[in-house]
């Protein structure tokens, strides 16, 4: 068995990670069949859910004790519709929330000390279908189906909104002469903010400028410097980073074909 689900018996909720034990369901237990099998230590959290999640799966989903210290909790409207979700750990965590437009499902990354949002890519979803799921990863379904037939209904859906989004896509890029500028990766640490988080964030800032791009740093929404400051001596509540690139598009397409990184911005918050 590729990987392992853990789910409460609904065909769209599911809990993935990689061949660590052959499992087999048995209602909101888990009963090992291979109980000698060498335990893989799961250092990455990857949640997938659906807008369409009903408010069952949620409810099931929150009872589910995940690695790293993580808890999904849910927000939802005065119809239980989703509204968006958090990925707690400790004290704090990030979260994501529904747009009015959002027609993809909503993504969060989660490593020890940290999470950030990601787009949706169809073909990781497909690949974590199949089963192919690195060792140190667990993956969150929600509200997708898992079933062979359900699950390429779902996927036809995604086509259809991506073609869509594509048209609209391409005539955006041509509007901005086939060149963008945006901010293409966040992520966000809360406290308690380990050591290994820190010092992730150091390290960014330090090859940022060392590789003489943009780095701003913000403290408390206040003036914008460009020095790294001592995150040891600061009582951080949270912080957020935003990678910023720059992307050229092969022209009359969404193609990439060339990107260039411009520099971080990092904000910090001890209130």
Known sequence: MRFALIGLLLP????????????????????????????KKI???????????????????????????????????????????????GAGGCGITVDEQELYPLVIHGVEGGCGTRSFDLAQLEKIHAGLIPENTQVILGG?????????????????????????RVAELEAKNW???????HDTFSAPVSDAGIQNITTRMERCLNANKELMVVINNGKPQSSIPALKELNIKRMETH???????LQGTTQIVRSEWLGLRVEIFTE
Do not use: W
């Open 243 to 249: 990678r910023k690139s720059k992307f050229y598009y």
């Open 12 to 39: 769209t909720l599911s809990v993935f990670s990689p061949p660590i034990l052959a499992r087999t369901i048995n209602a909101c237990s888990i009963q090992d069949t291979t109980p000698s099998a060498p335990a």
């Open 144 to 168: 997708i189906p898992q079933d062979p037939q359900g699950f390429d209904a779902y996927k036809a859906k995604m086509l259809g909104i991506q073609y869509d989004e594509h048209k609209k």
């Open 179 to 185: 060149e963008e500028v945006t901010e293409d990766a």
């Open 43 to 89: 250092s990455v959290l990857l949640v997938i859910i659906d807008k369409d999640i009903t408010t069952v799966e949620m409810e099931a989903l929150e009872k589910i004790e995940l690695p790293l210290n993580k808890k999904i909790v849910f927000t939802v409207d005065a119809k239980g519709k989703l509204k968006g979700f958090d990925l707690n750990s």
